[in-house]
């Protein structure tokens, strides 16, 4: 009943958060070997987030829930991790979270 | 007669919800480290804390024993400073992995453009953040210096993060209330929202120093700086939630004071405590989470928070606005109990007369 009908605080704490976001999680993996990539820097268009891969090329972060999300993966590690293309996907009509599998192209 | 059908109609909203005590609400004192030493500081919060911070393994048992938690509930990280917390994300997606919100009370010093975006990855739903004064008055209060640019920079993050409900709180006392306007216009220039402001509570450090409480008459200002500035609608601003202030109550806040504490707001505390909001007195905790299960604690005890017919003591004895108040804020029965802390309806009454 509240938390349908009042927004409330208590004195020291913060605002309740009412709001909506989508977990976006997925693998990076190399189009060519199919061996997982790291360091790959995973952003949201018009937005500061990004995250990096970690060794199994899995990344994951939460981030506000909108109609269209473009997410860019992208290698920055100038050829630590060998050098691929980057790439952009465009998500649409997302619910609470979405697994994404990118395959990048060798440069 | 509206009116007093209007206060009828809450108190039997206030019955309900107490009947219910839906919890929607957790602090989790992670931490009772800090990197301030302020002023007013009512938990004595210092660098070097008695307590080790509580493993985060410790408090999720805690957390699954509730089995159901309602749409909206949120944990809230305090302290001390949870940016201390080298782990501070993992606690956070292991609380939203478990379908639950999280939220977070700072300082703002260690909340550079990095710990942003690691946090808003994490998670992080809601954010508040202290700012007591414009450079000066915020730097002495803080007891530091740098804090005031660092807030600043906080600022400039948070209030660009569309995901982040965000809000400043300040601690008005003698220093500041003199540059509440200021505030308000640096605020607004900042492109800040909301803006929470608090009194001092005499409790902690800050019973050491006069400067912290309010005069009467001042808190009077305080109450109508507020309700000037809510008609202007330029930003929103309130009285927060900590007592009961008479006539005031329509003009200072969204709606009438209501101390939810232990009807829908609990808490973990740093030693396993399970309480309700940190500030209140640590003797009123309800049990421990290294011995109970939280969730039985919630549903079966909190008697002194669901009925607060004990308060009707002291000065509240004779009130006739007790049914309205019931004992003011919890947080303001400290010590032996005999008397409430601080009576806001009726520092405004004496304001008053004056």
Redesign the interface.
């Known amino acids: 009943?509240?938390?349908a009908l009042?927004?409330?605080?208590?004195?020291?704490?913060?605002?309740?958060?009412?709001?909506l976001?989508v977990?976006v999680e997925g693998r990076v993996t190399s189009q060519s070997t199919g061996l997982p990539i790291k360091g790959i820097k995973v952003s949201v268009a018009d937005h500061?987030?990004?995250?990096y891969t970690d060794d199994e090329g899995l990344f994951?972060?939460?981030?506000?829930r909108r109609e269209q999300l473009k997410v860019s993966f992208e290698d920055i590690d100038a050829g630590d991790n060998g050098t691929f293309l980057k790439r952009d996907t465009t998500l649409t009509a997302i619910d609470e979270k979405v697994f994404l599998d990118i395959k990048l192209d060798d440069q | 007669m509206f009116s007093s059908l209007k206060k009828l109609a809450f108190r039997q909203f206030r019955k309900s919800e107490t009947n219910l005590h839906e919890l929607n609400y957790l602090f989790w004192e992670c931490t009772t480290r800090c990197n301030l030493n302020c002023l007013h500081c009512g938990s004595d919060c210092s660098k070097d804390s008695l307590h080790d911070d509580m493993p985060l393994d410790d408090f999720l048992a805690a957390l699954d024993t509730i089995k159901a938690p309602l749409k909206h509930f949120t944990v809230v990280l305090t302290g001390g400073e949870p940016l201390l917390r080298k782990d501070i994300e993992l606690c956070g997606r292991e609380i939203r992995k478990r379908g639950m919100k999280w939220s977070m009370v700072s300082n703002g010093h260690l909340y550079d453009e990095q710990k942003h975006i690691s946090l808003l990855n994490a998670g992080l739903g809601a954010l508040t953040i202290s700012l007591d004064g414009l450079k000066n008055t915020h730097s002495w209060l803080r007891n530091n210096s740098t804090n005031f640019s660092k807030v600043d920079r906080a600022i400039d993050l948070a209030v660009h993060a569309s995901r982040l409900n965000f809000d400043l709180v300040t601690c008005v006392n003698t220093r500041n209330i003199q540059e509440l306007k200021e505030i308000r216009d640096y605020l607004i220039q900042k492109g800040v929202k909301a803006w929470r402001l608090f009194t001092i509570v005499p409790i902690g450090r800050a019973t050491q120093n006069p400067e912290m409480v309010l005069s009467d008459s001042q808190f009077k200002e305080l109450m109508d700086f507020i309700s000037d500035s809510r008609k202007q609608k330029a930003i929103d601003i309130k009285f927060s939630c900590e007592g009961f202030v008479g006539s005031y109550e329509s003009k200072v806040r969204d709606s009438s004071f209501f101390c939810r504490a232990g009807i829908n707001i609990g808490s973990i505390l740093i030693d396993g405590s399970i309480s309700a909001c940190p500030n209140i007195d640590r003797r009123f905790a309800q049990g421990n989470i290294y011995k109970d299960n939280f969730q039985e604690i919630w549903q079966s005890r909190y008697e002194a928070f669901r009925d607060r017919s004990w308060t009707k003591r002291g000065q509240c004895a004779d009130c006739s606005s007790y049914k309205d108040c019931l004992g003011n804020g919890f947080h303001y029965w400290h010590g032996d109990k005999k008397n409430v802390l601080v009576c806001h309806h009726e520092k405004l009454e004496n304001a008053m007369k004056y």
């Open positions: 009943m509240t938390s009042f927004v409330f605080q208590a004195c020291y704490g913060t605002p309740q958060d009412f709001g976001d977990f500061l987030q990004y995250e994951s972060f939460y981030t506000d």
